[in-house]
Every structure is written in C-alpha cells, then in structure tokens.
C-alpha cells in the first residue's frame, strides 16, 4: 500500500498466475499448456524472419494474420480482432462492453481472471452458481443484464454446452453482449463463431495459448460484429497501439497455415483424456465430462489440497483452486502419454 | 457507434499512430524508428532459441530481463517494472498512479497519448502551454496536482530538460507521482534514474522501440520505488499477467548484452541529426534544439502540411500534427546520413 496508489487499486486482488517453475524435470499438469511444440512451420517462419526488420514498428493491425483468421473461420478481417493473449483480449472486452449500469452474469465457477476485471473496471457482476453436476445452466441468465460471459468449455470443469443451447440464450438475450470464451473450443466443443452472421451482440475469443502451442507467444483473437469489433479497436488504440510483435504475427501465420498438424495433436491430446479419465475413475476418483485439455477430478476420500502436496513432492505440479464449492477438486492439465502414466502411477 | 459499447467509450478519440506504409522502397522518416538493426546479439539470441518452448507460458515477471536492466541501471530488480511497449506501461502507470481527484498535469503539447489515456480512463488533466521557445517550463508545474507526466526530451519538439531541474520539481513535489517518460533519453539527454533512490514518487519510462531497435518486439519498462512497481505489477496482474512474449525477453535481453553496439549507433544518429540541422538552418529552416531522434522543424514561408504533402509525393515520409500551435512544423525522424541527404535534397 502506498500514498501514491490511485484509491481504485488498493483493494484489488490480482489474478495469479499457475506457477511456472524455475525447476527442470517437472511433470507440469498445472496451467493447461500444450505437451507439443507448435506447427514445424512455426520454427521454420522465425528462423526466416529477418532481424533488421524489427527496428520498424509492426503492423498495428497485424492484417496479414488478421486475414488468415478471416478466412479460416469464413468471416471477413472487420470481424477480427487480435490482442496480447485471450488475456488483454477479455480486458479490453470488458471495458469496451460491460461497464454498464446493470449487472455483467458470470458463472461462479468459471475463469477466475473475469472478476478481477471487474474489480478493476468497478463493474458489478453476478455471479450465477452452477447446478448440482457443476454444469452452467443458462436458464439461470435470463435476468436483467448488463453483459453475460462464460467460458465454453467452462473452466476449470472441462464441462461444454452445445451449440443450439447457446443460441437459445442469444435468441432472449439480444440487447447486451454475449461473451463465450472459447480458449479451451478445440479440444470437442462446438464453436459459436458460425452464429456471428446472425447475432450481432455475440462475441467469441480465442487464444493460441492452448491447442496451438504458443503460449510462449502471447496471442488471443475475438470474433464478433464489425460494430463490437470497432469497440475493441478503439479501447485498444486508446490504450496499446501494437500489442502484438512482428514474431507473434508471424509465428501465428505460420501456425494456422499447418492445419493436419494442429487436428493432430489436438486428438492424441483428446485421446489421452480419454484415457486418463478412465484409469483415474478405475482408481475412485470422479472425473467431470471434459471438453478441454484438462480434467477436473475429486476423491470421495482423499483431500484435494493433501493430494496436490504429494503429487508436487513427486515433481507433478497439478492445480488446486481454495475457493468454496471446488476446493475438493484438482485441475489436472491433461499431457502426453507418458507423463499421464506417472501421474496415475503415483495416484 | 453500437448500443452494445459501454457509455464511457462512444466519446473517445483513440490515439493516432504514425503511418506504416505497406509500399516499399520509401524513406520513412514519420515514426522515430532506428535506421539501424538491433544489436548482433538479438539474431543469434532468436535464433538459438528453441521453439518447442513456446508451448509454456512465459516468466509472468520477465525475471531473467529484469535482472539485466536493474544491473544496467545500478538498481534492484524490484524497482524494475516491464510491459508489452512503453505505450502499455503507461496506460498501467496512469491507472495505478493518475485517478485522483486533483488534476494530472502535463505540457498542452507532449506525446498526444497522454491525453488520451485521461480520455480512457476519465482523468482530468490540466495541461499546461510551452514557453515561446516551445520548452517545458517546470516552475509552471508548481500547483496543486494529482500527477505530473511530461517527455524528456520532450516530443515531438526534441527539446531536454536538465537533470537539476527535474531534481528541483521532485523537491518541491513530493506527495504525488512526477512521471518522466524517457523514451529519446538515449541520444542526448541525461536520464533522471539516478535520483530513483532519493524520490519516491519519481517514475522513470523507457523503450526498447528507439535506441535499441527493437520496435518491432514491443518492450518498454518503468523504473521506481519499489512501492510504485508494487503498483504497477497489482494493475498489470488485474489486467494482462504474461505481457512479454519469450522472444520478446530473449531479444531484449541480448540487446542489453551489446553495450558497444548500442553507444556506436546512438552516436551515429546523434552526428546525422547535427549535419541534417545544420543543412536544414542553412536552408531557412528554423530547427529546434534537439536531443531526440527526430528533429522538429518550420519554414518561415513555407506551409507544413504542402511540405509533408510534397515530400510524401517524393516517397519521403514525415510527419505533421494539425494541433494548433504546432501546425507549421514538420517532425522527421533521423535516418541514414543516406535518407537525410535525399531529404534535404527535395527541400
């Protein structure tokens, strides 16, 4: 605490980050990471990418993988944008759409980063309980809003809506922005971004920090109507003129353009949840219906936090959120083969 | 316009970057970008470094960076602050240190972005006229504030200030933060680092984009009392954890390591900009003292704007602002002693 803090930052309370160890050897389950490297085109585009040229300013609108983007998801480039991760991406969404009068609806249990926008931008949230099997019932978010986010699949269940049940919400909610977070889309849920053409306050992000291996790279996308789009453009150009760097563009470009790659490894990272979800529910644990790279696990007779300690004396960081309600699970990032084996070894 | 942006955000004015041409073969003198590469060091760095490592997210805190410029600075890691661009660390800045009642202060004519981060983020600013020779004059800063930001040197005029007389403001205002933004520190002036540890207000800025060629990879870092980095690190943690990419870090790093190479071209942008000035002047163009990368200069009988106009018809760019008051002058970047000489050529 310091004299010189504006009033509106003393009580915040930041997002932390999963811990990323200065240790080698470590089987890291903790923070959703991809077990593969990116594309091999991605190596071949840095190493091709002439230094010199980083003396010059990058594209403030990173239009060549603005582009790339349009195309694969058949949407035009004014239906893009492009931030610094997911991360600045929900930032910047967060001050251009939700600082309304009424309150912002989010799940209780969802990504944590999203009420500490809120905290940050003094937006009132809503925070909406999940049901019994920890599922978003958005029958819930039929109220008064101001804004409604969720991440799909949800974080840190793993658990996704379908597609046409999102559209219902959009259908009775048309007057504020509708958020879905799809960071964790790639790995078996539907992707909203086909009803972008038909409902102009939904806006979808996504991140290349999960199934596209560059979380090294800090680079998140949101898709949605030119007009939200243009509200992003001008938080952003009021705040950051070129927050993605020459190499992000380009190993991005390069990422998107290996797409038997990318199908790849997202199904060995499928296959392999599969698998680990099996073994682990062999061993009595619960293990919620997952969508994501991830898997959200308890045990009706072992402690969550007492489990995370020993995994950890083991050199397998997994991640245990204090919160009421999921302080009995454990969120396990979901690696290769061979790392899952040592974890259901040591289980 | 939409319904769906927040009320805050319909009136802004985002900042206006300088142009980045997509046609080749221009002299570009409109951005303050280096003429030279970065640093050696940076290619060899990049490409040493191996890509399957982009899977993992970065150091949140870009430690091993830190480290480097608080050695390079005779200080402390913890007083060493880093954020994706100066532009980023500022807008964090004047949330964490800049919302209060009292007014910011700050030169009615300085780096336009200032203004628009009040616009943002609803600061009142009080912004304060040059003298005659268009100089900051900080005897005029000698009022009841909630901030004092200004650039030195000072853009887009070039003109410094000495250190003693920024020492001299931080003794007369002491209880709220005094901001100088060091962005042309390098080819020039004397940096206000030194008095870190005697005033804890004091609030240093720095980029990687001009002196150290790396524009392209959007680094910038603030330099304070640990009490004012606390602040920064609770803002940037409730807005974007992992601003730096790990090239990012490992480029700005290397550049760090080239102490030699960096002093060789600073000096060799200072002696262009002596010899452009002094051609300049002998032409009939008024030039004002410069300790920047950029020159900022006016013809008694010559309009700016048909000048710009004229020279962007010979492929040369430079750039004017429409700001009253600043309306006749042209500021161009220091290039090659090989662009200014076909810059003064055309003039």
Known sequence: MSKFWSPAIRSLVPYTPGEQPKVLNLVKLNTNENPYPPAPGVTEALHAFPTERLRLYPDPDAGKLKNVLARHHNLNAEEVFLGNGSDEVLALAFMAFFRHDKPLLMPETTYSFYEVYCDLLNIDARRIPLDAEFRINLDDYQQDNGGIIFANPNAPTGIALPLARIEQLLQQNPETVVLVDEAYVDFGAESVIPLIKRYPNLLVTHTFSKARSLAGMR??????????????????????????????????????????????????????????????????????????????????????RELMQQLRNENILVRHFTRPGIDQFLRITIGTDAEMAQLIEKL
């Open 219 to 304: 680079i998140g996308a949101a898709y949605g109507h030119p007009d939200l789009i243009d509200g992003l453009q001008r938080v952003k150009n009021s705040f950051n003129s070129y927050p993605l760097d020459m190499l992000a563009i380009e190993a991005a470009t390069a990422s998107m353009q290996d797409d038997a790659y990318f199908r790849e490894t997202c199904k060995r990272i499928m296959d392999t949840r599969e698998h680990t979800t099996a073994a682990l529910t062999g061993k009595g644990f619960k293990v919620l219906p997952s969508a994501a790279n991830f898997i959200f696990v308890t045990h009706p007779e072992r402690d969550a």
